[in-house]
Protein backbone atom coordinates (compact mmCIF):
# COMPACT_ATOMS: atom_id res chain seq x y z
CA UNK A 1 0.00 0.00 0.00
CA UNK A 2 1.64 3.63 -0.76
CA UNK A 3 1.99 6.08 2.20
CA UNK A 4 0.53 9.30 1.39
CA UNK A 5 3.24 11.98 2.25
CA UNK A 6 0.65 14.48 4.64
CA UNK A 7 2.82 17.50 3.85
CA UNK A 8 2.91 16.82 0.49
CA UNK A 9 -1.03 16.55 -0.36
CA UNK A 10 -1.57 19.66 2.07
CA UNK A 11 0.20 21.27 -0.74
CA UNK A 12 -1.45 19.80 -3.49
CA UNK A 13 -4.59 20.49 -2.46
CA UNK A 14 -3.72 24.00 -1.71
CA UNK A 15 -2.19 24.46 -5.08
CA UNK A 16 -5.51 22.90 -7.26
CA UNK A 17 -7.80 24.54 -4.67
CA UNK A 18 -6.47 27.99 -5.65
CA UNK A 19 -4.92 27.03 -8.75
CA UNK A 20 -1.61 28.16 -8.41
CA UNK A 21 1.47 27.02 -10.09
CA UNK A 22 3.36 25.57 -7.00
CA UNK A 23 3.15 26.06 -3.33
CA UNK A 24 6.45 25.29 -0.95
CA UNK A 25 6.89 25.16 2.97
CA UNK A 26 10.40 25.89 4.84
CA UNK A 27 10.90 25.96 7.91
CA UNK A 28 13.19 25.69 10.95
CA UNK A 29 12.59 23.58 13.99
CA UNK A 30 15.07 25.34 17.09
CA UNK A 31 13.93 22.10 19.56
CA UNK A 32 14.76 19.14 17.17
CA UNK A 33 17.48 21.33 15.22
CA UNK A 34 16.13 20.78 11.76
CA UNK A 35 15.38 22.45 8.79
CA UNK A 36 12.09 21.40 6.84
CA UNK A 37 11.41 21.65 3.18
CA UNK A 38 8.15 20.68 1.45
CA UNK A 39 6.99 21.35 -2.16
CA UNK A 40 5.11 20.73 -5.30
CA UNK A 41 8.05 21.75 -7.64
CA UNK A 42 9.09 18.77 -9.75
CA UNK A 43 11.74 16.55 -8.83
CA UNK A 44 14.15 18.11 -11.32
CA UNK A 45 13.78 22.10 -10.21
CA UNK A 46 13.99 20.56 -6.33
CA UNK A 47 17.52 18.81 -6.83
CA UNK A 48 19.01 21.73 -9.00
CA UNK A 49 17.67 24.28 -6.17
CA UNK A 50 19.34 21.51 -3.51
CA UNK A 51 22.37 21.24 -5.42
CA UNK A 52 23.11 25.08 -5.50
CA UNK A 53 22.01 25.99 -1.89
CA UNK A 54 19.93 28.23 -3.34
CA UNK A 55 18.09 28.01 0.07
CA UNK A 56 21.41 29.58 1.69
CA UNK A 57 20.65 33.11 -0.78
CA UNK A 58 17.13 33.03 -1.34
CA UNK A 59 15.47 36.36 -0.74
CA UNK A 60 11.91 34.88 -1.02
CA UNK A 61 12.89 33.05 2.28
CA UNK A 62 15.21 35.54 3.88
CA UNK A 63 13.26 38.38 3.14
CA UNK A 64 10.07 36.67 4.72
CA UNK A 65 12.17 35.86 8.20
CA UNK A 66 12.34 38.80 9.08
CA UNK A 67 8.90 39.99 8.35
CA UNK A 68 5.34 39.36 10.04
CA UNK A 69 3.75 40.66 6.85
CA UNK A 70 3.20 38.85 3.47
CA UNK A 71 6.57 39.17 1.22
CA UNK A 72 5.18 39.79 -2.28
CA UNK A 73 8.03 38.48 -4.50
CA UNK A 74 7.61 41.90 -6.71
CA UNK A 75 8.57 44.39 -3.77
CA UNK A 76 11.44 42.06 -3.61
CA UNK A 77 14.90 43.79 -4.44
CA UNK A 78 15.99 42.38 -7.91
CA UNK A 79 19.21 42.03 -7.26
CA UNK A 80 22.41 39.46 -7.59
CA UNK A 81 20.93 36.34 -5.47
CA UNK A 82 17.24 36.94 -6.81
CA UNK A 83 18.43 36.75 -10.77
CA UNK A 84 20.97 33.93 -10.27
CA UNK A 85 17.90 31.71 -8.77
CA UNK A 86 15.18 33.06 -10.54
CA UNK A 87 16.91 33.21 -14.20
CA UNK A 88 17.69 29.43 -13.26
CA UNK A 89 14.03 28.64 -12.44
CA UNK A 90 12.81 30.43 -15.60
CA UNK A 91 14.93 27.44 -17.30
CA UNK A 92 12.43 24.87 -15.74
CA UNK A 93 9.35 26.81 -16.69
CA UNK A 94 9.25 28.60 -13.37
CA UNK A 95 7.78 31.97 -12.88
CA UNK A 96 8.87 34.75 -10.31
CA UNK A 97 5.40 36.08 -9.69
CA UNK A 98 4.80 34.88 -6.27
CA UNK A 99 3.96 35.72 -2.13
CA UNK A 100 5.81 33.90 0.96
CA UNK A 101 3.66 33.74 4.04
CA UNK A 102 5.41 34.32 7.03
CA UNK A 103 4.72 31.99 10.19
CA UNK A 104 7.16 32.55 13.34
CA UNK A 105 6.16 30.33 16.64
CA UNK A 106 6.77 31.07 20.44
CA UNK A 107 9.92 28.70 20.57
CA UNK A 108 11.72 30.52 17.78
CA UNK A 109 10.67 28.39 14.70
CA UNK A 110 10.10 29.92 11.84
CA UNK A 111 8.53 29.17 8.31
CA UNK A 112 7.02 30.32 5.32
CA UNK A 113 4.48 29.50 3.22
CA UNK A 114 5.64 30.62 -0.54
CA UNK A 115 3.58 30.01 -3.65
CA UNK A 116 3.37 30.93 -7.54
CA UNK A 117 1.60 31.48 -10.66
CA UNK A 118 2.37 32.67 -13.89
CA UNK A 119 -0.25 35.71 -15.08
CA UNK A 120 -0.72 39.15 -15.35
CA UNK A 121 -0.37 41.49 -12.85
CA UNK A 122 -3.73 42.20 -12.96
CA UNK A 123 -4.80 38.71 -12.34
CA UNK A 124 -1.84 38.09 -10.02
CA UNK A 125 -3.57 41.10 -7.30
CA UNK A 126 -7.01 39.14 -7.90
CA UNK A 127 -6.26 36.46 -6.94
CA UNK A 128 -3.94 37.07 -3.70
CA UNK A 129 -6.92 39.72 -2.58
CA UNK A 130 -9.61 37.03 -3.04
CA UNK A 131 -7.39 34.18 -0.99
CA UNK A 132 -4.86 35.73 1.15
CA UNK A 133 -6.87 35.50 4.39
CA UNK A 134 -6.89 31.48 3.45
CA UNK A 135 -3.28 31.79 2.81
CA UNK A 136 -2.30 32.75 6.06
CA UNK A 137 -4.68 30.41 8.21
CA UNK A 138 -3.16 27.73 5.73
CA UNK A 139 0.61 28.72 6.42
CA UNK A 140 -0.13 28.60 9.67
CA UNK A 141 -1.75 25.16 10.01
CA UNK A 142 1.29 24.03 7.41
CA UNK A 143 3.81 24.90 9.93
CA UNK A 144 2.08 23.75 12.86
CA UNK A 145 1.57 20.12 11.13
CA UNK A 146 5.13 20.03 10.45
CA UNK A 147 6.23 21.76 13.79
CA UNK A 148 4.11 19.17 15.62
CA UNK A 149 5.55 15.83 13.76
CA UNK A 150 8.77 15.62 16.06
CA UNK A 151 7.95 14.35 19.58
CA UNK A 152 9.93 16.29 21.75
CA UNK A 153 8.49 19.69 20.25
CA UNK A 154 4.93 18.17 19.99
CA UNK A 155 5.42 17.72 23.93
CA UNK A 156 6.63 21.10 24.78
CA UNK A 157 4.72 22.84 22.73
CA UNK A 158 1.34 21.69 24.04
CA UNK A 159 -0.15 24.58 26.01
CA UNK A 160 -1.91 24.47 29.30
CA UNK A 161 -5.36 25.26 28.83
CA UNK A 162 -7.77 25.24 31.22
CA UNK A 163 -10.98 23.36 30.98
CA UNK A 164 -13.36 27.01 30.45
CA UNK A 165 -10.94 28.35 27.81
CA UNK A 166 -11.24 24.69 26.19
CA UNK A 167 -14.67 24.31 26.16
CA UNK A 168 -15.56 28.02 25.04
CA UNK A 169 -12.58 27.12 22.38
CA UNK A 170 -15.10 24.29 21.22
CA UNK A 171 -18.24 26.33 21.22
CA UNK A 172 -16.47 28.66 19.06
CA UNK A 173 -15.84 26.24 16.34
CA UNK A 174 -19.20 24.84 16.79
CA UNK A 175 -20.16 28.61 15.47
CA UNK A 176 -21.57 29.95 18.58
CA UNK A 177 -21.17 33.63 19.17
CA UNK A 178 -19.31 35.17 22.17
CA UNK A 179 -23.15 35.86 23.55
CA UNK A 180 -24.33 32.59 22.47
CA UNK A 181 -21.54 30.79 24.65
CA UNK A 182 -22.18 33.16 27.72
CA UNK A 183 -25.84 32.09 27.85
CA UNK A 184 -24.98 28.34 27.42
CA UNK A 185 -22.32 28.70 30.34
CA UNK A 186 -23.92 31.27 32.29
CA UNK A 187 -21.23 33.84 31.96
CA UNK A 188 -21.15 37.08 30.85
CA UNK A 189 -20.00 37.64 27.12
CA UNK A 190 -17.15 39.71 28.74
CA UNK A 191 -15.68 36.77 30.47
CA UNK A 192 -16.26 34.72 26.95
CA UNK A 193 -13.10 37.21 25.68
CA UNK A 194 -11.16 36.85 28.82
CA UNK A 195 -11.11 33.70 27.89
CA UNK A 196 -10.99 33.44 25.04
CA UNK A 197 -8.32 36.50 24.64
CA UNK A 198 -5.91 33.92 27.28
CA UNK A 199 -6.61 31.05 24.70
CA UNK A 200 -4.97 33.09 22.00
CA UNK A 201 -1.89 34.29 23.90
CA UNK A 202 -1.30 30.51 25.36
CA UNK A 203 -1.17 29.14 21.61
CA UNK A 204 0.51 31.99 20.43
CA UNK A 205 -2.24 32.99 18.51
CA UNK A 206 -3.26 36.38 16.42
CA UNK A 207 -7.03 35.74 15.96
CA UNK A 208 -9.59 33.18 17.42
CA UNK A 209 -9.36 31.53 13.77
CA UNK A 210 -5.89 30.52 14.40
CA UNK A 211 -6.57 29.49 17.84
CA UNK A 212 -9.00 27.02 16.73
CA UNK A 213 -6.80 25.64 14.35
CA UNK A 214 -4.06 24.89 16.05
CA UNK A 215 -6.25 23.87 19.35
CA UNK A 216 -7.52 20.85 16.68
CA UNK A 217 -4.07 20.34 15.48
CA UNK A 218 -3.04 19.53 19.07
CA UNK A 219 -6.32 17.84 19.59
CA UNK A 220 -7.51 19.83 22.86
CA UNK A 221 -10.77 20.31 20.78
CA UNK A 222 -12.21 18.95 17.57
CA UNK A 223 -13.63 20.25 14.24
CA UNK A 224 -17.67 20.51 14.26
Not at 141 to 166: K, W
Not at 202 to 209: C, F, G, Q, S, V
Given at each position: ?????????????????????????????????????HMTYGADWTSH???????????????????????????????????????????????????????????????????????????????????????????????????????????????????????????????????????????SHRTVEVHLRSARQKLN????????????????????
Amino acid sequence: MIQVDPFRQFLDDLRNRFELDHVAYAGMNPISGQSHGHMTYGADWTSHYLQHKYYEIDPTLLKARHSIAPVDWNRLERGAEFQTIFQAARDFGISDRGLTIPIHGPYGDVGGLSINRDCSEREWQLLISGIIGNLQAAAVHMHDMVIQSDPLTRMLNTPSLSTREIEILQWTAAGKSQQDIGDILSISHRTVEVHLRSARQKLNALTTPQAIGRAINLGLIYPR
